[in-house]
């Protein structure tokens, strides 16, 4: 089945930095590829989502590229802010014949000091 | 927010036992799924259901069994719970395969002791 790896697991950054978190994939046939931000104490949200056909999106401060023949897809979140500060998790879709089942990587926490 | 709803919040129990948690949702969803969520390990899929009485395992299934009766509960039942299954459980939701999007519950906080 597939397999994601998410590095790095933490990341200290100062505000207005650009921070970038990178996942491998293992599984050649999946197709989407969704970040997830999660606050302390809150539920995953979705924050920006790319599919195989797809090399770069954006979304104001955010963008997520990815890397098809290589596996690998990243999040690029620029001029960082402290409400930038949560625990963001990769994901790839292993698809099947039953429709779309999220993996996730392990997660890196995003630290953004003022 | 979607409208998805975890029970209980939170829930002690001890070894042995056996513990059903319930996901409720209201958007007419055909994806339903149970994440479980410990320091270290991220999110880990346990199982998920592609329609009523339809379902499939996940990365994380042994000693966890799930059923679906009608399109907007997705039980997931600890037959017999161990300490190793102390964690935050997340229900999620999706509307189909051309919007693989997951809206995720407020999450169960589980301590087996």
């Known amino acids: 089945g597939e397999n994601v790896e998410q590095h790095p697991s933490t990341l200290s950054v100062q505000e207005g930095d650009s921070a970038v978190i990178k996942c491998t994939y293992s599984?050649?046939?999946?197709?989407?590829f969704p970040w997830y931000k999660q606050e302390l104490g809150k539920r995953p949200q979705l924050i920006i989502d790319i599919r195989s056909n797809v090399g770069e999106k954006k979304d104001q401060r955010i963008a997520v590229t990815l890397n098809k023949t290589a596996k690998h897809f990243s999040l690029h979140i620029t001029e960082t802010q402290p409400e930038d500060s949560a625990v963001y998790f990769c994901a790839a879709a292993g698809a099947n014949q039953a429709g779309t089942a999220l993996i996730f990587g392990k997660g890196t926490t995003l630290s953004v000091s003022s | 927010d979607a409208g998805i709803t975890q029970s209980p919040r939170h829930k002690v129990t001890e070894t042995g036992t056996p513990v059903t948690l319930r996901c409720h949702q209201t958007?007419?969803?055909?994806?339903m799924y149970w994440y479980r969520q410990d320091p270290g390990h991220g999110l880990r899929l346990i199982h998920y259901s592609y329609g009523v009485k339809d379902t499939d395992k996940g990365e994380v299934s042994d000693g966890y069994s799930v059923s679906r009766s009608k399109t907007e509960d997705f039980l997931l039942t600890l037959e017999s719970a161990t300490s190793s299954q102390t964690s935050v459980y997340f229900c999620?939701?999706?509307?189909?395969?051309?919007?693989?999007?997951?809206?995720f519950g407020s999450g169960t906080q589980l301590s087996v002791l």
């Open positions: 958007e007419n969803h055909r994806y």
């Open positions: 599984d050649s046939a999946s197709n989407y």
């Open positions: 999620a939701i999706s509307d189909g395969r051309q919007n693989e999007k997951l809206f």
